[in-house]
């Protein structure tokens, strides 16, 4: 019994080093482990390598007002809204506007109210974060035809309004490449938060991008709700719960593109000493010490990009409706490289020119 | 009248056991207690008596603790005493037997007894000692009981020798009984009387309240009266007539059930045939009754409570499905037919618990009139309320049934248990019903609001109305009745002509099934 | 008068108490209270309100019905759901002259809420089961299957980029036009942007038809005597088990109406932004704060309403939007707290005046 106690505290010892003082790699832990499953190696604490956004030639749009209105939940989720927050602040930053951000109530249902206090305050760009602002924003962009709107994911069929839509598959692909490589157990999970066409065309890259590396790498696909049922990206537990259930079948790599409930994954696999893989932002740098970890990569959705860009198109009088899309090439999509853990980086690499020179085609369902 | 007579029996000591001092208690809604005064001399059976819901109840609940007294003081051997719960009381030497027994039925004599109190050794029950004892106060109060024997499987009577053991086991040495013989049959209201003086000869003392004054007279030492929440009289029960206490707690003349002519006619408007129930354990709670009833005639169900009483009116009402039988109402066949239907063909229907199944207590009179007729005139307008028609029924129903109440929209929990009960009595008989059961309908009203409901049972009976009259009070069922049935677990087991029936032979009946020792009005 | 002391009390005792809670997160209450004050009545905001209104009414009173016989529907949140989806779907498929397409819409929606409703109804009455449980139960069911049954069988193609899921929209004969073009009659002129919604008259109708059910007809005297009384109303000959499940449908006929606001009005389709999540449990509240009555659901309904619709204005001057949702739980406390208080007094009033109107009889005669 005691002698158990002593192991136990010597291994947690070990364990409390290990984390400090953020080396490579340990013999301590990993031999515990199976040797068939891939187990959190990643170095921590690495700072961000994302260029900052803009250049110096950007405009002065001193005097312009900008607003933006979050999806449910607003900042601190640690993914989208957060994202979408850094775009509009580093435009202020650079491009001098004035801005605004507002989130809605619990239920969203404010949401039409809010951007039309933002159009008639005088801004005059006004900015919905996520596909969700769609219907509204088709009625209010008729009623203010003078203000340009974007909508983040989503497409308004109104002259003053431009959607700003992402090549996820495109991401998605790399860093199932990046499972593939990192696998040792030769079967990798998916956590989809609600099963939306949106979520399915992350589902259909990654799984592309498994198969590019190792045809014969299983691929687990979990939706946490059906379409209509939204409450899927907001539900930790319920993330947690059936990423433990991955991890548990075999997975050692989960990609989640489930929003909130991403950081339940994540718990899930700092618990199983196994990989996940971020959504939307860099999600290494929003994570404590001890699940950095355990995140092999992230599909970079670069949201700021877009809403930087669409500011800066905004000033330019380069917003004239229709959708901007941002992929590969245009820098706005990427992976994260943090934590050191991604086997052949430079394969992804090359991946990722074959796909920017449209050598690979990556599917969307 | 009545002179008061100090109680002045020789040898008694003078500081009284339990005194009560200008005790004063309200509530919403019923009679309170105000100004009592009550001295009880240690060592007596003291008698406090008086009508239903004069608030001798609520008294003894504040001796006990139950409840506590807005103003007063009560003295416990001279003390002053605040109980804040029974459990002071008992620490005081003060224990009570309800009216409704508080045991536990699967439970032994011996463990009953020692509930809550049990003494221990190691940590363990230590049965041995509770056997010793039990056996001993058995023995010096004259209370023998066999403990090891299931209290479910006992008697009333034995049930309440068992409740009075587990008092007197806490150390109690004032006992409050509260209407001890309510639930008992005449030759067990005997043995308790006995035990009772015994347990008066071993110092023990004892307040016992009744409404029963043959009993109290017989029994007591002191009468104290308490009429209409307070106390009116002390009686000397040596030179006290029943009269003489009856017009003290009513305070006018008591009615008679008088013998009148009978109105009995050929029609049957009420046959039952072989109505049969069972438990869910298929025990017969109901077993092969049969009877009918004419117009302008009252059938009285005599029997102690619990032996189908309950299962026949839920049967007739249509509130319970029989295992077999039949039930007519005026040559139709309604065995199947929902309560609703029954009551809009014409039957009446006075519920033993007023309360719980009688009236919305929260609602207006006017809409505690409708309750059992809200799918007739003049209550409704097809699917509407015709809340005209309905206040002006009830309008009708205060006037002609006394029901006193300042106005027809106070809720119904605002009025006494009388002016209830003619509130009920009113809506069923204005509804002028072909039939009717009528389940205590008097239990818990005053003296006049008692003869008030007699005189309009016998009026709507001179009218045709056949009734079943269900009721705990042999003097009711004997004075109201035109024939008498006696039920005993179930089965009707005495056909009686209530002219000739004496109580003796009814309680024979009543507890045995049969008439043996039942005397020579057999 | 005691009625009204009741919940203007609760209101200033939750008033107090968050100014309690935003002092001690280093807020200004006088700041929050002045944009609710004055913000929070501007004709922007009063529309706002007016539009919430609706439908919490609507839920508020399809909980009250369950309430007036102890029926505790929290199953109002499912059977609006997939009723307005039903009837969203229904209104899309056809298309009629202007007053029966929408009856069409609205008498689809209340027979699902009504279906819905029943289930629980028939579980309590044949088997005993809890209706609180079922209910619950039967919320996530109805996610699941509305969820289902949109992606499956009902859904709108989607536009290319588009990824709203919803059903086709409604033609225009099948939808309710804002008020603003009537109200500018009475010389109130609302921007193009802000939008009164004629569905607040589906909430009057509501309102008029639960008063006469519940307190003009038989029926409504049977579900009252049931709820106060149970075993008294089955003496009175009414059917238990059949009072229960005809209670559960029109609860949940009317809960079926509670989803259909935007779906008539200006989204003219379903998509889980125009039919928003919630709403059953806002109902609960409401009917809580109004004790059942008419019209003080009508009163809780605005006023929890007006709690939401300052969200807004706080949000957009920076200030904790929170606040409001707190403010509500303080309420619903203080307010069921009041109730209680105020209901003791009148008992004893009632009492003591009983007693004064009639004294006892004489005391001593001897």
């Not at chain 2, 039957?347 to 719980?356: I, K, M, S, T």
């Not at chain 3, 007809?217 to 003496?235: I, K, M, Q, V």
């Amino acid at each position: 019994m005691l002698l158990l106690l002593a192991v136990a505290a010597l291994v947690a010892a070990s364990c409390a080093s290990k984390d400090k003082t953020s080396t490579t790699s340990n013999g301590g832990t990993s031999g515990g482990t199976s040797a068939s499953a891939a187990t959190c190696q990643g170095k921590t604490g690495e700072k961000d390598t994302a260029k900052p956004l803009g250049s110096v030639g950007d405009p002065n749009g001193s005097g312009k007002k900008v607003g933006l209105v979050f999806d449910v939940g607003g900042r601190g989720d640690k993914s989208f809204n957060d994202s979408a927050y850094n775009g509009i602040e580093a435009a202020a930053k650079n491009m001098k506007v004035t801005i605004k951000t507002l989130e809605p109530d619990a239920s969203g249902s404010n949401r039409a109210e809010l951007m039309r206090g933002l159009a008639t305050g005088g801004y005059t760009m006004i900015i919905g974060v996520g596909f969700a602002f769609a219907d509204d924003m088709a009625k209010i962009a008729k009623d203010f035809p003078n203000t340009k709107f974007a909508i983040v994911d989503g497409v308004v069929k109104q002259p003053n309004t431009t959607g700003l839509l992402f090549a996820e598959e495109q991401g998605s692909f790399l860093v199932g490449a990046a499972a593939a490589q990192a696998s040792k157990a030769k079967q990798v999970g998916f956590v989809g938060g609600v099963e939306t066409a949106l979520i399915k065309k992350f589902e259909a890259g990654y799984k592309a991008g498994v198969k590019q590396i190792d045809p014969n790498v299983k691929v687990d696909v979990k939706y946490l709700t059906p379409d209509g049922d939204f409450s899927g990206f907001k539900d930790p537990a319920k993330g947690e719960t059936t990423a433990k259930g991955l991890y548990a079948n075999g997975d050692d790599v989960v990609y989640h593109a489930a929003g909130l409930s991403g950081t339940g994954v994540f718990r899930a696999a700092t618990a199983a000493d196994r990989l996940a893989i971020g959504v939307d932002s860099n999600q290494y740098l929003q994570v404590p010490p001890a699940q950095q970890k355990c995140i092999l990569t992230s599909m970079i959705k670069r949201v700021d990009v877009a809403v930087y860009t669409a500011v800066k198109a905004y000033l330019t009088g380069g917003l004239k409706g229709g959708t901007l899309m941002f992929d590969l090439k245009n820098g706005g999509i990427d992976f994260a490289t943090q934590g050191g853990q991604i086997p052949d980086t430079k394969k992804l690499e090359d991946l990722k020119q074959q796909i920017i020179d449209g050598k690979i085609t990556v599917p969307t369902t | 009248m009545l002179p008061s007579a100090e109680p002045r029996a020789p040898g008694r000591a003078e500081v009284p056991a339990v005194e009560l001092r200008h005790i004063v208690k309200r509530f919403p809604g019923v009679v309170a207690n105000r100004d009592v005064n009550l001295a009880v001399q240690r060592g007596s059976i003291h008698a406090v008596i008086g009508e239903n819901g004069a608030g001798k109840s609520t008294l003894m609940k504040m001796l006990y603790g139950m409840q506590r007294p807005d103003s007063g003081t009560i003295l416990v051997d001279g003390a002053e005493v605040s109980f804040r719960s029974p459990n002071d009381a008992i620490a005081a030497g003060v224990g009570m037997v309800h009216q409704h027994f508080m045991l536990a039925d699967n439970l032994t004599v011996l463990e009953n007894v020692i509930l809550g109190r049990e003494p221990r050794r190691f940590g363990m029950i230590d049965r041995s000692a509770a056997r010793r004892r039990i056996a001993e106060l058995g023995a010096t109060y004259g209370l023998p009981v066999a403990p090891d024997a299931l209290v479910e499987d006992l008697g009333v009577g034995q049930r309440q020798r068992v409740e009075i053991l587990k008092v007197l086991y806490r150390g109690a040495r004032i006992l409050i009984l509260d209407e001890p013989t309510a639930v008992l049959v005449p030759q067990e209201v005997d043995e308790l009387f006995a035990n009772l003086s015994e347990l008066k000869r071993e110092g023990i003392t004892i307040i016992f309240i009744s409404h029963k004054l043959d009993e109290v007279l017989a029994l007591a030492d002191d009468i104290t009266v308490i009429r209409a929440g307070t106390t009116v009289a002390t009686a000397d029960p040596r030179t006290a007539t029943t009269r003489d206490l009856a017009e003290l707690m009513v305070g006018s003349e008591l009615p008679t059930p008088e013998t009148r002519d009978s109105t009995v006619t050929t029609d049957v408007q009420v046959r039952v045939n072989g109505l049969t129930c069972r438990s869910a354990h298929g025990r017969p709670l109901l077993d092969d009754v049969s009877f009918t009833i004419h117009r302008g005639e009252i059938v009285g169900i005599a029997g102690v409570e619990g032996n189908g009483q309950t299962e026949l009116i839920e049967a007739l009402m249509g509130l319970r499905d029989p295992d077999a039988g039949t039930i007519e109402l005026g040559g139709v066949d309604v065995t199947r037919w929902s309560t609703r239907r029954r009551r809009e063909a014409g039957l009446g229907y006075v519920p033993e618990d007023r309360q719980r199944h009688g009236l919305l207590l929260d609602a207006p009179l006017w809409e505690n009139e409708m309750l059992g007729h809200q799918s007739q005139p003049p209550n409704v307008k097809g699917p509407w309320i015709d809340g005209g028609g309905a206040r002006q029924r009830t309008e009708e129903i205060v006037e002609r049934f006394d029901v006193r109440t300042p106005n027809i929209d106070v809720t119904a929990n605002a009025l006494s248990g009388g002016n209830q009960q003619k509130l009920i009595i009113g809506r069923e008989l204005m509804a002028e019903p072909q039939a009717m059961v009528a389940a205590h309908p008097t239990r818990g009203v005053d003296v006049g609001a008692q003869a008030a409901i007699w005189d309009q049972l016998r009026a709507a009976r001179s009218t045709g109305l056949a009734t079943l009259l269900v009721s705990a009070d042999l003097q009711e069922l004997i004075g109201l009745s035109d024939a008498l049935l006696v039920v005993f677990e179930g089965r009707v087991v005495a056909r009686l002509d209530p002219s000739t029936a004496t109580p003796q032979q009814l309680g024979s009946y009543m507890t045995r099934g049969d008439a043996r020792d039942a005397g020579p009005a057999a | 008068m005691l009625l009204l002391a009741a919940p203007l009390l609760a209101v200033a005792v939750a008033v107090a108490a968050s100014a309690l809670v935003l002092l001690a997160t280093g807020n200004s209450p006088s700041k929050v209270f002045w944009v609710m004050a004055v913000k929070g009545t501007k004709t922007e905001a009063v529309v706002s309100m007016l539009n919430r209104a609706g439908p919490y009414y609507i839920s508020g009173v399809a909980v009250a019905i369950g309430f007036k016989m102890n029926l505790f529907n929290i199953g109002v949140e499912g059977q609006y759901r997939l009723a307005a989806l039903l009837a969203a779907a229904a209104g899309a498929a056809v298309t009629l002259p202007a007053p029966l397409h929408v009856l069409v819409i609205l008498l689809v929606a209340m027979a699902t809420g009504a279906l819905w409703a029943v289930i629980p109804g028939l579980l309590k009455a044949t088997r005993g089961v809890s209706e609180v449980i079922s209910t619950i139960m039967l919320n996530a069911v109805a996610g699941g299957v509305t969820a289902l049954l949109l992606e499956q069988y009902l859904k709108a193609p989607q536009e290319q980029g588009g990824y709203t899921v919803g059903t086709r929209p409604i033609g225009a004969s099948g939808r309710f036009p804002s008020l603003n073009a009537a109200i500018a009659h009475l010389g109130i002129h609302l921007p193009a942007a802000n939008r009164l919604q004629a569905y607040i008259f589906v909430a009057v109708a509501v309102g008029v038809a639960y008063h006469l059910l519940v307190w003009r007809t038989r029926f409504g005297f049977d579900l009252r005597a049931s709820g106060s009384n149970p075993s008294a109303a089955e003496a009175s000959g009414v059917d238990a088990k059949r009072m229960i499940v005809a209670a559960m449908a029109i609860s949940g006929a009317f809960a079926g109406l509670v989803g259909l606001s935007q779906v008539l009005s200006e989204a003219g389709r379903y998509t889980s932004d125009t039919v928003i999540g919630g709403l059953g449990f806002t109902g609960i509240a409401v009917a809580l704060l109004g004790r059942n009555h008419p019209l003080g659901i009508a009163l809780g309904a605005l006023l929890w309403a007006f709690m939401d619709a300052v969200q807004t204005p706080l949000a957009n001057e920076g200030l904790p939007k929170q606040i409001t949702a707190i403010m509500q739980g303080l309420i619903v406390l203080s307010v069921v707290v009041a109730y209680e208080v105020v209901r003791r007094t009148a008992a004893r009033r009632e009492a003591s005046e009983l007693r004064r109107a009639m004294p006892a009889p004489e005391v001593v005669r001897a």
